[in-house]
């Protein structure tokens, strides 16, 4: 529950500081590079080329987006 409300907290802080399209652009795209990083050190998933250029891709596009 602790956490929860952790994040939460982060969620309205960063609302405040950077605006609610920002920070919809920010979790919602970094939320799959997570999982898959999780997925690697919990469950020994392979991360293949494709999965690079994914993130790569990704947090280029999050750069240009936050970067206004």
């Not at 529950?1 to 907290?9: H, P």
């Not at 920002?22 to 997570?34: E, G, H, N, P, R």
């Amino acid at each position: 529950i602790f956490a929860s409300g952790l994040g939460y907290l982060f969620y309205n802080l960063s609302i405040d500081n950077i605006g609610p399209t920002k920070t919809a652009s920010f979790v919602y795209s970094t939320a799959a590079i997570l999982v898959a990083i999780l997925a690697y050190l919990f469950f020994q998933e392979a991360i293949n080329s494709i999965m690079i250029i994914s993130i790569v891709l990704v947090i280029t596009g999050l750069n240009l987006v936050l970067k206004k």
